[in-house]
């Protein structure tokens, strides 16, 4: 996951989204704006945790995180509380091979006293699963007035 992610002594710094099981995670250089949720987010913006396997989450924050993936902007839902972690080389390994296929978009496991923590995920292979299966007009979407910038 190279780039402005990775910080001088090694490590990566990722903005973690936890709500419960699974907790997911995306390089923090990718995110360009977080945005406060609002109802028409649900048809417009991807609802990770719920590709992920996860189930509904009540009374937890919401968020709209948008992520810059090549030329086109993609707005996920975060569900949870959000948290810019710096985590070492070593503890951001590869998903085993077995689990690709079921989670393209997951690209590595993040470990903490060697248990796995979070996954991590990668915009430009979810954009691509997602254009397999959308418009790609659905997948870039205007600036909401109200976005925090980052």
Same mark, same amino acid.
């Given at each position: 996951m190279p780039g402005r992610a990775e910080a001088e002594a090694g490590a990566t710094?990722?903005?973690?989204?936890?709500? $419960?099981s699974p907790v997911w995670a995306i390089a923090s250089d990718a995110?360009?704006?977080i945005e406060p949720f609002t109802d028409g987010d649900a048809e417009t913006?991807?609802?990770?945790?719920?590709?992920? $396997?996860? $189930?509904p989450v009540q009374d937890r924050a919401r968020r709209?995180?948008?992520?810059?993936? /090549?030329?086109?902007?993609l707005r996920l839902i /975060?569900? $949870?509380?959000?948290?810019?972690?710096?985590?070492?080389r070593h503890e951001i390994?590869?998903?085993?091979? /077995? @689990?690709?296929?079921?989670?393209? @978009?997951?690209s590595h496991?993040?470990?903490?006293d060697d248990e796995p923590v979070l996954l991590v995920v990668s915009p430009e292979p979810l954009l691509r699963a997602l254009t /397999?299966?959308?418009?790609?007009?659905?997948l870039t979407l205007p600036q909401r007035p109200e976005a925090i910038p980052c």
């Open positions: 710094a990722l903005l973690t989204i936890d709500a $419960g995110v360009t704006m913006a991807v609802d990770v945790r719920a590709l992920l $396997g996860g $189930g709209v995180v948008t992520v810059q993936v /090549a030329e086109r902007r /975060a569900r $949870g509380a959000l948290q810019l972690r710096s985590l070492a390994v590869p998903l085993p091979a /077995a @689990f690709e296929q079921r989670s393209p @978009f997951v496991v993040a470990l903490v /397999a299966t959308a418009s790609p007009s659905s």
